[in-house]
Nanobody
Framework: QVQLVESGGGLVQAGGSLRLSCAAS??????????MGWFRQAPGKGREFVAT????????YYTDSVKGRFTISKNNAKNTVYLQMNSLKPEDTAVYYC???????????????WGQGTQVTVSS
């Protein structure tokens, strides 16, 4: 039911910055009940949790590898979540997906709807 559209990916040199956006839409607003988060998948690897934000409390959580470099934020009125990525490293190269948790579950794994992804490439 929930449609998620990511944008903001691209090619950047190591040390640079990118800002990803994800706009959510759909009936019932279940997409914003619990959390919206970001995941990424590098070639040959599984999908990895990156960051998430609880919609009601605003609490944020990050995987260790991005702490201090990435910041997740949200705009409630626009049903949009952002991922500000600074000090990018080649290891950050991946397809980044946003996702919505519309029911109770783990903030790190249990998401219900996914976007198509946006490519982030960090050159050395």
């Amino acid at each position: 039911q929930v449609q998620l559209v990511e944008s903001g990916g691209g090619l950047v040199q190591a040390g640079g910055s990118l800002r990803l956006s994800c706009a959510a839409s759909g009936p019932g607003r279940t997409f914003s009940r619990y959390a919206m988060g970001w995941f990424r998948q590098a070639p040959g690897k599984g999908r990895e949790f990156v960051a998430t934000v609880r919609w009601t409390t605003g609490n944020t959580y990050y995987t260790d590898s991005v702490k201090g470099r990435f910041t997740i934020s949200k705009n409630n009125a626009k049903n949009t979540v952002y991922l500000q990525m600074n000090s990018l490293k080649p290891e950050d190269t991946a397809v980044y997906y946003c996702a919505t948790q519309s029911r109770v579950g783990s903030l790190f794994t249990d998401y219900d709807d996914w976007g198509q992804g946006t490519q982030v490439t960090v050159s050395s």
